[in-house]
């Protein structure tokens, strides 16, 4: 079944306690990315891949880092989470060409304490 | 810049009838895409329907169909007999060229009473 597969869906962490969401497609898709969901603001990115070692700011993408060492995982990383990234956590996937819309993993729900 | 606005917060629909879910977009683009998707309670992203900008036919998908206004920058969704699986948050979404980044509007919560 073609997928993106996201770690862990739940996660409840302390302030400044490093942490990785990971995020794994088996579409041999190019282009990831990752979005943040809030109430009332819908889904901003934060950083986006075009391939293997191609990584680019989204709209959001302080407090964040990404790496893409290889095609199909894009793990999201946050080295000191603070309050203000409790948040909805969504990481997608496609084609180059988007024009057929991106396909999205389920989603990480996190709580920073 | 794209911005995409949803001037509805929350729309509410009875079980059977039909309800226009509103959006506009504004880009300097020529070729762009514009999506909805859906998100129920289990928060999964769905994709409803998509629209080519170069295409003057509005795309339909069973009960759900758009209203695309180009020169008004307008892409409404219609969801034709409504069920109660359609309670969701529904986001509309475009597309800069085949290659630009997905950029949401704020989502539209639709009810469904029964």
């Known amino acids: 079944e073609a997928q993106v597969t996201q770690n862990p869906r739940y996660l409840i962490t302390v302030t400044g306690k490093k942490l990785t969401v990971t995020c794994s497609q088996n579409?041999?898709?190019?282009?990831m990315s990752w979005y943040r969901q809030d109430p009332g603001l819908g889904l901003r990115q934060i950083y986006y891949s075009m391939n293997v070692e191609v990584t680019d700011k989204g709209d959001v993408p302080e407090g964040y880092k990404v790496s893409r060492k290889e095609k199909r995982n894009f793990p999201l990383i946050l080295e000191s989470p603070s309050p203000n990234q409790t948040s909805l956590y969504f990481c997608?996937?496609?084609?180059?060409?988007?024009?057929?819309?991106?396909?999205f993993g389920s989603g990480t729900r996190l709580t920073v304490v | 810049a794209q911005t995409v606005t949803q001037s509805q917060p929350e729309m509410s629909v009875q079980e059977a009838e039909t309800v226009t879910l509103s959006c506009t977009y504004d880009t300097s683009e020529s070729d762009y895409y514009l999506f909805w998707y859906k998100q129920p309670p289990s928060r999964q992203m769905i994709l409803v329907i998509r629209q080519e900008a170069y295409k003057q036919q509005n795309a339909t998908e069973n009960r759900f169909s758009v209203n695309f206004q180009k020169a008004a920058k307008s892409f409404s969704l219609k969801i034709s007999d409504s069920q109660l699986g359609d309670a969701a948050m529904y986001f509309c979404a475009s597309l800069r060229g085949s290659q630009g980044n997905l950029i949401f509007g704020k989502g539209t919560k639709l009810s469904v009473k029964p």
């Open positions: 579409m041999n898709h190019e282009y």
């Open positions: 997608a996937s496609s084609s180059i060409r988007r024009n057929y819309g991106y396909t």
